[in-house]
């Protein structure tokens, strides 16, 4: 496919708290441009404090795509995701629009930049059952194990700390609906003519931001959001519910840690977050134009603009 030729599409990558969202919407409202989400945890209505979901008010007017359209006990995979995303940014384009792909989720970021073909696999609900009672058992571990056991080359591409990642691939591999050597295949060339943005901050800073975010949580209804959903009838048997911040509150309102306790245990599961993010977005990839947002973020952000917006006028 000639380069040229190829639709254009920016997408804002880096870990959490970088500032992806805010740069996303003024990426959007200089250039035309329509958001497709790619973070995993924004998919799903009713999560909306802990996830750091972006206000109507932050999202100033500009079209957010693959946002609220799930329910917290639906089940969703990478294959659904593909369709869905792909489908948004085809009818952005269509609008004659730029579609401006942001989130921290690698998988789903790098699926859509470079193409991945991933088959549609159905669920196996007996089997995923018994796998999740093992893993309510004897922890993830044994798991992670049996995954790497089974097919070494599926495990590669899991991260095999996420219960429910790996219990979907052990799943796949256990039904036969996938070749136990299987990866998903890529496209040659990535079907987009692409500028990638990726966001970095200190790391002091960031904790910093972390620490703040998480208070700004707890006085923005964190807890009575968790309550609302527990009330419906969702739990931590939810996919949905395993995303950082509501396990830690879940076990504060069982009476199992204090509010302390539950904001430091987020804490520690959101380092742990940023160093999985950061090792599906690494600063030696030279697909990747990194800025550092730790001083003068309003100045770094005009000149992200200028540079993107250089490198869109090249049609």
């Known amino acids: ?6 639709p254009k599409l920016i997408a804002v990558v880096g870990t959490t708290a970088t500032g992806k969202t805010p740069l996303g919407v003024e990426l959007a409202l200089e250039l035309g441009g329509e958001v497709v989400n790619a973070d995993s945890r924004l998919f799903y209505r009713g999560m909306d404090v802990a996830t750091a979901k972006p206000t109507k008010d932050e999202t100033k ?14 089940q969703y995979s990478l ?16 609008r004659g629009n730029l579609p401006i792909l942001v989130g921290g989720s690698g998988q789903y970021v790098w699926a859509i930049i470079e193409g991945w073909n991933v088959p549609e696999i159905q669920p196996n609900p007996s089997l995923r ?5 093992e893993f309510a058992r004897d922890g993830i571990e044994p798991l992670a194990k049996q995954l790497l056991e089974i097919s070494p080359t599926t495990a590669e591409t899991t991260d095999l700390r996420n219960p429910r990642r790996v219990i979907r691939a052990i799943e796949r591999v256990r039904s036969g609906s996938v070749d136990p050597t299987y990866t998903p295949s890529k496209s040659t060339h990535s079907p987009f003519d692409h500028y990638i943005v990726g966001l970095m901050i200190e790391r002091a800073v ?6 703040e975010r998480l208070d700004s949580m707890d006085k923005n209804g964190w807890r009575q959001e968790v309550e609302s959903l527990l009330h419906q009838g969702y739990s931590t048997k939810d996919h949905a519910l395993s995303a950082i911040g509501y396990p830690q509150m879940i076990d504060h309102l069982n009476g199992e840690s204090d509010l302390t306790e539950a ?13 999985r993010q950061n090792n599906w977005f ?8 990194w800025f550092d947002m730790t001083h003068e973020p309003q100045q770094k952000t005009q000149s992200i603009i200028s540079a993107v917006g250089q490198w869109y006028d090249l049609k």
């Open 1 to 6: 496919m000639n380069y040229s030729s190829r």
């Open 129 to 133: 059952s018994q796998l999740e009672c």
């Open 61 to 74: 007017g500009i079209p957010h795509h693959l946002i609220d359209f799930l329910a917290p006990d639906d």
């Open 263 to 275: 904001i430091r245990l987020t804490s520690v599961a959101t380092n742990r977050l940023i160093r």
């Open 282 to 289: 690494k600063q030696n990839d030279k697909r990747i134009k």
């Open 79 to 94: 294959a659904e995701y593909l369709k869905k995303a792909r489908s948004a940014i085809s009818e952005i384009l269509d």
């Open 206 to 211: 960031l904790h910093a931001r972390i620490v």
